[in-house]
């Protein structure tokens, strides 16, 4: 049943991306066209997404006795990725722009797209899912700060550049999306309405620009790029391992109430192929979305294999921690 899922899933993504290629290889959508694509996801549907995400979280007694070790967790597992690219960026001898790349793509994940509709199933009742939106929530609160951070700064911007360019329409909306949910303001129907419905086209606009960039990409190039690979590898094993290993010390020892499925949420967020976005982000603030697209396209790929196997190790683990501390 989880295999389904997840194939599922991916298997729209890559219907999506396929229509982007085609669509490319038809003179449809052209360098132009394609440009215009990434601003379009950047300053309009990416920022109503998050308003409109955030808008529908409600405060509630269970949020507000999980969310802030779900939040404390995210972060440590933010913390571990972050080295974790850091550490194999100096390996495979990256810089500049393909270091803030490789470095964004270890930390963020398909959280939304992928990771949503996975954790609803998998956990069914909406609590699967009110975690989830508890890890994107500080996620994007990194990923619109010190994730821009990273980008600027492998462009090699002066720090009143970087700092300018931090405060974008994301990051604005992020804030903007945070005094909704805080403060319970609720966005009349003639107004939610049509920010969600084009906030969710953020999905299918991303993806035909990905498509459009493998289009213009030469796959077999990817081959002799290793670091493309090890990136997969990190992302899809390697780090959630080591986010498994603390989140369960952690939880057993220091923070008993942390529940199972708050745990298998978090660990499986985090196991998330690279994150879509980043490629949009990588072009915004003229990085390699080459390089971006490439990492979705083969972390994607791999994660058919990946995710079932962090999910069963999981299953295991869960059952070993229960007989050794209980």
Known sequence: MQNHIILYQIAVLAILVLIGVLATKAKIITESVKNGIANIVFDITLPLLIITTFARLEISPVIIKNSGLVFLFTYIAMGVMYVAGDVFAKVSKLKGNQRAVFINHHMFGNI????????????????????AAIYQLASNSIMWTFGVWVFLKGKGGSKKDIWKNMLNPNTIAFFIGLLIMFFKIRLPDLVFEPLNGLGKSTIYLSMLYIGAMLAFT??????????????????????????????????YWLFPSFGEISRKVLILEASMPCMATIVVMAKKFGSDDTLATENVFVSTLFSVISIPLVYGGLVLLDSLFIQFFS
């Open 112 to 131: 939304v797209f992928l990771g949503f509709p996975l954790m609803d199933a998998l956990f069914p009742g909406g609590e699967g899912l009110l975690y």
């Open 218 to 251: 030469s796959v077999k190039g990817t081959l002799h790029k290793p670091h493309v690979f090890l990136l997969s590898f990190n992302k899809l094993l390697l780090v959630p391992a080591i986010v498994a290993f603390l989140v369960y010390l952690l939880s």
